[in-house]
Structures are given as C-alpha cells and as structure tokens.
C-alpha cells in the first residue's frame, strides 16, 4: 500500500488585476459538507489544477482532499499526462460533477499544466499535484486573503509540511519568506 511521498498544507494563488491565476491512503476524514466559517457575498469560481501520470496509487486521497474543503465552488481539472497505470480508473470512481478529467499523451509537466489552464472556467487557479494532500481550510483561507488585500496583485504562498511516503509526519514546515512586509 503505498502512501504520499508529500503532504501540502497550501498551494499557490496569483492575483493580476481583475483577472487570476496561480502558480495526496485513507487518514483523511469524510467528505465535508460543512459552510465557510462565514457566509461572503465574494464567492469566485476556484478552479484547481491537477497533473497526474501514473498517479494510480495516490490520487483518491488527494482528490478526496480537494473534495473535503470547506470552500466548495470549485472546480478539479485533472489532466492525465498519459498513465499507463490505473489513474484513470481511480478517477472515474468519483461521482462529482465539479471532477473535469482530460487524457493527454504523455508531454510532461510543464505542457500538462499550460493545458489543464487551457480547462478552467475559474476566477482563481491554484496547482495541486496529484501526490500532495491540502488542508481542508485551504481554499477558502486563500480567498480570505485575496478578500483583505487591496493590491492589485497578489500572491499567496503557505507552507509545506513534509512527510514520508508511509504518511509518517517529519514535523518539518517549509515557511515562504514574506517579502511583502520588508523595506
């Protein structure tokens, strides 16, 4: 039974302007149908972004992940770089309809995300791969924060918590510098 080589306790969001864009065994609780902390009249489309190849072994516990947020007018663009394995199959045992899956020939990251983009209806897209794991308070944290700030752009960056491929935590937190405060 083979875990997730990462765990993510975030992802990326970018803000430009008016338009945005941005730049995974079964610990998981049960799907969440809970509400946001508080309701918001600001309620964008999040489009999220998944990359996978030969990702049989994990992807239901990140897909689950995703599902289990707390924020939940998203989207999950999956865009299968080519698998060879069985993530194809794990994908179709989903039943929801916010899951988009693409088959693609196998080209690479780099190509396979420019073409889940090409996917997304969303006001927001943040990248998840198909082996990390994100919090369920994610996704409505990064839009709480897209809410506060003013700027006209606008990067959200959060830490990483590692862990070994058997799920075992490191107790490590990867911290982003916050260069937005310095002078």
Same mark, same amino acid.
């Given at each position: 039974?083979?875990?997730?080589?990462?765990?993510?306790?975030?992802?990326? #969001?970018?803000?430009?302007?008016?338009?945005?864009?941005?730049?995974?065994?079964?610990?998981? $609780?049960?799907?969440?149908?809970?509400? !946001? $902390?508080?309701?918001?009249?600001?309620?964008?489309?999040?489009?999220?972004?998944?990359?996978?190849?030969?990702?049989?072994?994990?992807?239901?516990?990140?897909?689950?992940?995703?599902?289990?947020?707390?924020?939940?007018?998203?989207?999950?663009?999956?865009?299968?770089?080519?698998?060879?394995? %069985?993530?194809?199959?794990?994908?179709?045992?989903?039943?929801?309809?916010?899951?988009?899956?693409?088959?693609?020939?196998?080209?690479?990251?780099?190509?396979?995300?420019?073409?889940?983009?090409?996917?997304?209806?969303?006001?927001?897209?943040?990248?998840?791969?198909?082996? !990390?794991?994100?919090? $369920?308070?994610?996704?409505?944290?990064?839009?709480?924060?897209?809410?506060?700030?003013?700027?006209?752009? #606008?990067?959200?960056?959060?830490? #990483?918590?590692?862990?070994?491929? %058997?799920?075992?935590?490191?107790?490590?937190?990867?911290?982003?510098?916050?260069?937005?405060?310095?002078?």
């Amino acid at each position: 039974n083979q875990k997730h080589p990462n765990a993510l306790d975030g992802s990326l #969001l970018i803000s430009f302007g008016n338009k945005y864009t941005a730049g995974q065994d079964s610990k998981l $609780p049960p799907p969440t149908q809970q509400a !946001d $902390p508080a309701p918001r009249e600001f309620s964008p489309l999040v489009s999220v972004l998944m990359c996978a190849w030969n990702a049989g072994p994990y992807i239901a516990e990140t897909m689950q992940s995703i599902i289990n947020q707390t924020y939940q007018n998203f989207e999950l663009i999956i865009a299968d770089d080519g698998s060879t394995d %069985n993530t194809r199959g794990v994908i179709a045992t989903f039943n929801d309809s916010r899951i988009k899956y693409h088959y693609k020939e196998h080209s690479g990251l780099a190509d396979s995300r420019n073409f889940a983009r090409t996917k997304a209806k969303g006001d927001f897209l943040v990248i998840v791969d198909s082996d !990390d794991l994100i919090a $369920p308070s994610l996704l409505a944290k990064e839009i709480q924060i897209f809410e506060e700030n003013t700027d006209d752009s #606008l990067v959200v960056y959060p830490h #990483l918590e590692l862990m070994r491929p %058997n799920g075992e935590k490191l107790g490590q937190v990867w911290a982003y510098r916050d260069y937005s405060r310095e002078e």
